[in-house]
């Protein structure tokens, strides 16, 4: 008698896969406070975030957005930190999954090895994702189908991007501060899209 074939539940694929990303040293050396993978997925996620990599108190905490970035990109959004830490609605994956460290002009740059590594099998398993925020400059190189030659313009022609499902964000850190002064059509015409997507796909 042939033994009875099972398949394997995505949901246990993907829990493995988690784990195995939580395991992750592969840059090792050049992380100086050690590894530390920060990542949250669910098969059922209707919204991916991906950022750019975790600052020292992400690192500490092991929440991602846990800091003033996240305090003004949840406003963007206008969702609660129960929403946004409802791992069956949203996702999150930076494209670094640990602290890169300090340069002269802030923190490093994401480490590539995560997203070479990890990005495409980690999608792979959320196949039920309908809006994709591509938050920061780096996430935008990887992802973004209708890119201009700088975050402006990506982040200006946001609209071409949506029928594809992605939607092109600047970074919302504190560094950033002038450059939204500086753009107004920001706050009063990709927010309150940017709202309206998000809504429609979190009910």
Known sequence: MRAPQYSICPMIRLTNLLADI?????????????????????????LLIVGQAPGTRVHQTGIPWN????????????????????ESQVAIVPMGFCYPGRGKGGDLPPRPECARTWHARLLAQLPNLQLTLLVGQYAQRQYLPHRYGNITENVRHFRESLPAGFFPL??????????????????????????????KVLT
């Open 170 to 199: 600047p970074h919302p850190s504190p560094r950033n501060t002038l450059w939204l002064r500086q753009r107004p059509w920001f706050e009063a015409e990709v927010v309150p899209e940017l709202r309206r997507q998000v809504h």
């Open 22 to 46: 939580r395991q992750c040293n592969l840059c090792a050396e050049h992380l100086p406070l050690g590894p530390n993978p920060v990542v949250r997925a669910a098969e059922s996620a209707r």
């Open 67 to 86: 800091d003033p970035s996240g305090e003004r990109l949840r406003e963007w959004l206008a969702v609660d930190s129960d929403t946004f830490y409802d």
